[in-house]
């Protein structure tokens, strides 16, 4: 991590045979990030990348054998805060070169958030992936918020999503627990969930 000069501040993450096995590559599992951010004003602008070498998903269970396929991921966000709203856009890529379920996907989303009243919030995003793989699994999703302040430590929120996939995408609206009840074992290709959710958050 560096210190923080004229709005600028950077950190680089490296860690060698992450989750790998005995007897595998010595490269394999090893992972490497940077970030980089500015900051002035009501401008924000982050830009972050992470490389793996011989991912097996999104966690490393089972542990890793090999150093491929590699598994490089860019992400550019900007965000600025107006005053009465603030504006948050990000940009990323997903690629992996892994001779079959190969990965290769853009992603973009653009939220917008302000005040109702001095005790309620709103929020809007939207955000589109473009899948480049060959099996062009595309999706839009838009979702909107609302959020009431009861007291400094409480707050009430509603929020709805809608996730619109094409032909050959399955992408859903997934609860905390990462399953939920739909998954892609039965619903079909195509299929556009909505989902509407109501809650309490308490601060202690």
């Known amino acids: 991590m560096t210190p923080k000069i004229a709005g600028f501040e950077g950190r680089v993450l490296y860690a060698p045979e992450e989750a ?7 490269s394999a599992g090893n992972q490497l990030g940077a970030s980089l ?16 070498n011989g ?15 590699k598994e490089k991921q860019n992400q550019l966000g900007v965000a600025y805060n107006f ?13 992996n070169d892994a001779l079959t379920s190969r ?28 899948d480049r793989s060959g099996a062009n699994r595309d999706a839009n999703l838009m979702a909107l918020c609302l959020m009431y302040h009861l007291s400094r430590r409480t707050d009430l929120h509603a929020a709805w999503a809608r996730m619109s996939n094409n ?17 892609v074992a039965n619903v079909p290709l195509g299929y556009d969930p ?3 959710g109501l809650g309490i958050r308490r601060r202690f």
């Open 20 to 26: 790998s096995t005995p007897g595998a590559p010595k």
């Open 37 to 52: 951010s500015f900051a002035a004003g009501g401008l924000q602008v982050n830009y972050a990348y992470h490389e793996i």
């Open 55 to 69: 991912t097996n998903g999104p966690t490393t269970t089972p542990p890793v054998v090999s150093d491929a396929p």
């Open 83 to 95: 005053g009465l709203a603030k504006l948050s856009t990000s940009v990323g890529t997903f690629k």
């Open 103 to 130: 990965v290769d996907f853009r992603n973009w989303w653009a939220a917008l958030n302000g005040k109702i009243t001095s005790s309620s919030t709103w929020m809007a995003t939207y955000g589109k992936i473009d």
């Open 167 to 183: 032909a050959n995408s399955q992408y859903l609206i997934i609860d905390s627990t990462n399953t939920g009840l739909q998954t």
């Open 194 to 196: 909505t989902a509407i």
